[in-house]
């Protein structure tokens, strides 16, 4: 308990809202004082805690986490969930046959992950552009049977996907670029620039993603993509664009939008 009453301060004066819930992790992470202080250091100096901890929370599972990731955000969970429950109904109407999931944009796997956790076996593979984040999602999704790739989109995939993608969840950069100095600086400093970057408007990786998804996608398939209420319209008529029927989703708890993509089963 001293222990703790000493370290909060420092944590509520380094600007840390949650100052008592971090000073607990800290001390859980480690008996070593010297080990402790140096991860005190860190996230004193603004690194997030996930990275400083070497783990993240992400719809109840604890994931690794490596400096300078994205860190996934809770607001993602929503579009999991979503991801999830469709992969699930479609291995019933399948009488147990796993779907094929792709986790683009997928960051340490976060949302692969969590699929496999609630829809059971499925067919999973995930790509990232970053090595530092496919390291990561390496030692989380390899155990549960996925293959993870390090590439641009869909350049990552192997071709034998094309057609046969039954649920495709992205959680696309969707920040614009000039909004990027105003992010918190733990996302700011210390994330990867390209998790973060989405162009001038914050959809230019949505425009790639939804204008080649129809090759991709099985017939009936789905894209679920994350973005800003701001940018649902928009994201909606890029899909539309590509040949595929989009439908707004909206998680009223969290504020978070998806908007998913139906590739027509004709």
Same mark, same amino acid.
């Given at each position: 308990?001293?222990?703790?009453?000493?370290?909060?301060?420092?944590?509520?004066?380094?600007?840390?809202?949650?100052?008592?819930?971090?000073?607990?992790?800290?001390?859980?992470?480690?008996?070593?004082?010297?080990?402790?202080?140096?991860?005190?250091?860190?996230?004193?100096?603004?690194?997030?805690?996930?990275?400083?901890? %070497?783990?993240?929370?992400?719809?109840?599972?604890? !994931?690794?986490?490596?400096?300078?990731?994205?860190?996934?955000?809770?607001?993602?969970?929503?579009?999991?969930?979503?991801?999830?429950?469709?992969?699930?109904?479609?291995?019933?109407?399948?009488?147990?046959?796993?779907?094929?999931?792709?986790?683009?944009?997928?960051?340490?796997?976060?949302? %692969?992950?969590?699929?496999?956790?609630?829809?059971?076996?499925?067919?999973?593979?995930?790509?990232?552009?970053?090595?530092?984040?496919?390291? *990561? *999602?390496?030692?989380? !999704?390899?155990?549960?049977?996925?293959?993870?790739?390090?590439?641009?989109?869909?350049? *990552?995939?192997?071709?034998?996907?094309?057609?046969?993608?039954?649920?495709?969840?992205?959680?696309?950069?969707?920040?614009?670029?000039?909004?990027?100095?105003?992010?918190?600086?733990?996302?700011?400093?210390?994330?990867?620039?390209?998790?973060?970057? %989405?162009?001038?408007?914050?959809?230019?990786?949505?425009?790639?993603?939804?204008?080649? *998804?129809?090759?991709? !996608?099985?017939?009936?398939?789905?894209?679920?993509?994350?973005?800003?209420?701001?940018?649902?319209?928009?994201?909606?008529?890029?899909?539309?664009?590509?040949?595929?029927?989009?439908?707004?989703?909206?998680?009223?708890?969290?504020?978070?939008?998806?908007?998913?993509?139906?590739?027509?089963?004709?």
């Amino acid at each position: 308990m001293r222990a703790e009453a000493e370290l909060v301060p420092r944590l509520r004066a380094a600007g840390c809202v949650f100052a008592e819930d971090e000073a607990h992790l800290l001390l859980e992470a480690t008996d070593d004082a010297d080990a402790l202080e140096a991860l005190i250091v860190r996230r004193v100096a603004g690194e997030p805690l996930e990275q400083v901890l %070497g783990w993240a929370g992400f719809g109840g599972l604890r !994931l690794h986490v490596e400096p300078g990731v994205f860190v996934p955000r809770h607001r993602t969970e929503f579009l999991a969930t979503v991801a999830a429950q469709f992969a699930r109904d479609l291995a019933a109407s399948r009488n147990g046959a796993p779907p094929v999931v792709v986790d683009l944009c997928c960051g340490i796997g976060a949302i %692969g992950a969590k699929i496999t956790d609630v829809a059971g076996p499925i067919d999973l593979v995930a790509a990232d552009i970053d090595a530092a984040a496919v390291r *990561a *999602a390496r030692r989380n !999704l390899e155990p549960r049977g996925a293959k993870v790739f390090e590439g641009d989109l869909y350049e *990552a995939l192997p071709d034998e996907l094309r057609g046969r993608v039954d649920v495709l969840a992205v959680n696309a950069p969707y920040v614009p670029t000039d909004e990027i100095a105003l992010m918190p600086p733990e996302a700011r400093d210390h994330e990867a620039r390209v998790a973060l970057d %989405g162009g001038r408007d914050g959809l230019d990786v949505h425009r790639r993603v939804a204008a080649s *998804a129809a090759r991709w !996608l099985a017939p009936g398939g789905r894209l679920l993509i994350e973005t800003s209420e701001r940018q649902a319209d928009t994201a909606a008529d890029l899909m539309r664009q590509g040949g595929l029927v989009p439908r707004i989703l909206h998680d009223e708890d969290e504020g978070t939008i998806v908007v998913g993509a139906l590739r027509s089963a004709r």
